[in-house]
């Protein structure tokens, strides 16, 4: 869902002209791609709200552990910040959202999935192959245990994301 909220940050703004107006005004590029970031992650906080009806209801009829159900919505805050980073570097990338959209989809899909086809790779790649799966960070985050590793993880890969659309946007103008 989130490359298909962001394929359309930069790549329609380059599209149709308006990107040229958008630096007219007294923003740097720092000031864009972290507004456009905080955005869509605004927007991937607000499709999360309604789905705390689940643990509400399931914790109305019995006990409920509520140290997954926070790291959960924990994790998901921070792989939708990961992937908003990424789907941001990809709109900035093309001007054709559908490129975008593309290429954030298979970045986001290639590191959902990486640890998932390490039974094809030789054992000595396996755990730096595993410690850049998003899933299993997630996964980890999910059970309630907020590690430092996991942490620094997510951020790493937003840094990466929002550097590189800063690094794009400012070689296309």
């Known amino acids: 869902m989130i490359p298909a909220i962001t394929m359309r940050l930069v790549s329609e703004e380059l599209n149709i002209g308006s990107y040229e107006t958008l630096l007219s005004m007294p923003v740097t590029y720092t000031d864009v791609v972290l507004g456009k970031f905080l955005a869509s992650l605004g927007f991937v906080v607000a499709m999360l709200i309604p789905t705390l009806a689940y643990p509400l209801c399931v914790a109305t009829i019995g006990d409920l552990d509520w140290g997954p ?29 559908i490129i ?17 086809m390490l039974f094809f790779l030789p054992r000595s790649l396996l755990g730096v192959l595993t410690y850049l799966g998003a899933d299993f960070h997630f996964q980890n985050i999910s059970k309630g245990i907020i590690d430092s590793r996991d942490i620094v993880y997510f951020v790493s890969i937003c840094f990466i994301g929002l550097y590189g659309a800063h690094l794009v946007l400012q070689e296309k103008h």
């Open 100 to 116: 975008a959209f593309i290429i954030g989809m298979a970045i986001c899909f290639t590191l959902t999935l990486i640890d998932k």
């Open 69 to 97: 159900v926070f790291g959960g919505y924990i994790g998901a805050v921070f792989l939708g910040a990961a992937f908003s980073a990424i789907g941001l570097f990809a709109s900035a990338l093309t001007r054709n959202q």
